[in-house]
């Protein structure tokens, strides 16, 4: 088992920051990439941005490239999302999960991941 504790959200104002962190325990040997997921009322969970701890590779769903940037410091078993300009369309729980390696999704595949923070509200507004 793997316990994912999500924290660092809040309300912002539009082109505001925010920066989520992530913090992992237990099992944690098993884990092999975090990925933020996000998901807005009326609308399904979308992948946001991932890392891997090892090698520390990192990809973003478009919408929110260039904006957000995801890095990992593996001594806390902690990872962060740092989220810049913020658009109200960026309002949503986000999610932090956890995958172990697999030969049958990508890492922006939430099918993928086998652990699940409780989730942590950011609301930005206009």
């Known amino acids: 088992q793997v316990q994912l504790v999500e924290s660092g959200g809040g309300l912002v104002q539009a082109g505001g920051s925010l920066r989520l962190s992530c913090t992992a325990s237990?099992?944690?040997?098993?884990?092999?990439?975090m990925g933020w997921f996000r998901q807005a009322p009326g609308k399904e969970r979308e992948f946001v941005a991932t890392?891997?701890?090892?090698?520390?590779?990192?990809y973003y769903a478009d919408s929110v490239k260039g904006r957000f940037t995801i890095s990992r410091d593996n001594a806390r078993n902690t990872v962060y999302l740092q989220m810049n300009s913020l658009k109200p369309e960026d309002t949503a729980v986000y999610y932090c999960?956890?995958?172990?390696?697999?030969?049958?999704?990508?890492?922006?595949?939430?099918?993928?991941?086998?652990?699940w923070g409780q989730g942590t509200q950011v609301t930005v507004s206009s």
């Open positions: 999960a956890t995958r172990a390696p697999s030969p049958y999704y990508r890492d922006y595949d939430m099918r993928g991941y086998n652990y």
């Open positions: 237990g099992r944690t040997f098993s884990s092999y990439a």
């Open positions: 890392i891997r701890w090892s090698a520390g590779n990192t």
